[in-house]
């Protein structure tokens, strides 16, 4: 079983950045799809971002513009550098792992932004 974990959570301003991180056990990372998921408090999970194993992005739309994954394959690790933030973005970020039917979920990060 692939183990997910993140971080880089915290609190922030309104109009500040953080840099969120997923790394990821096992051998088979550089082929994974890895997406970026958020749940604020009393709503459902949402998507964020996704990047496949070719490097194509998907974005949602609130965050189009002001987040950016990316990957790095030699570390099995994915990053969703945030800017702008605003106190919308406040959730816990999650990260989640697809290939070829499996996939699995970290414990997720908690993002606070303050107005």
């Known amino acids: 079983q692939v183990q997910l974990v993140e971080s880089g959570g915290g609190l922030v301003q309104a109009g500040g950045s953080l840099r969120l991180s997923c790394a990821a056990s096992?051998?088979?990372?550089?082929?994974?799809?890895i997406g970026w998921y958020r749940q604020a408090p009393g709503e459902q999970r949402e998507f964020v971002a996704y990047?496949?194993?070719?490097?194509?992005?998907e974005y949602a739309d609130s965050v189009k513009g002001r987040f950016t994954i990316s990957r790095d394959n030699s570390k099995n690790t994915v990053y969703l550098q945030m800017n702008s933030l605003k106190p919308g973005d406040t959730g816990v970020y999650y990260c989640?792992?697809?290939?070829?039917?499996?996939?699995?979920w970290g414990q997720g990060t908690q993002v606070t932004v303050s107005s």
């Open positions: 989640n792992y697809r290939l070829a039917g499996y996939e699995n």
């Open positions: 096992g051998n088979f990372f550089s082929i994974a799809t």
């Open positions: 990047i496949s194993s070719g490097g194509a992005t």
